[in-house]
Nanobody
Framework: QVQLVESGGGLVQAGESLRLSCAAS????????MGWFRQAPGKEREFVAASTWPGANTYYADSLKGRFTISRNNAKNTVYLQMNSLKPEDTAVYSC?????????????????WGQGTQVTVSS
């Protein structure tokens, strides 16, 4: 069992940056593949980024490459999402997720554990 708690969301203006954190607790939490997803009002949840274990390979939604960066600190069992040059269309609830083993890291059903999410609002 893994518990995930996100933090770092808030209200920012367009062009500003935010860094989200996802703290994982539980047995072998640092060995999970970690992903970030977001869901905007009235839209489906979509893949943002993922960091695999082992190897820490990273994957991004094509539309977010260059602006968003995922990283992890296994000693702290924490994964981060650095978001730069934020746009109003980035407004959403951002959730982290954890999965064991291999699979398609962009798919929602690959992940077993989910956090509650943190709201990010970008004003124009």
């Amino acid at each position: 069992q893994v518990q995930l708690v996100e933090s770092g969301g808030g209200l920012v203006q367009a062009g500003e940056s935010l860094r989200l954190s996802c703290a994982a607790s539980g047995r072998m939490a640092s060995t999970y593949t970690m992903g970030w997803f977001r869901q905007a009002p009235g839209k489906e949840r979509e893949f943002v980024a993922a960091s695999t274990w082992p190897g820490a390979n990273t994957y991004y939604a094509d539309s977010l490459k260059g602006r968003f960066t995922i990283s992890r600190n296994n000693a702290k069992n924490t994964v981060y999402l650095q978001m730069n040059s934020l746009k109003p269309e980035d407004t959403a609830v951002y959730s982290c997720a954890a999965a064991l083993g291999g699979g398609d890291v962009t798919r929602i059903n690959f992940y077993t554990y989910w956090g509650q999410g943190t709201q990010v609002t970008v004003s124009s």
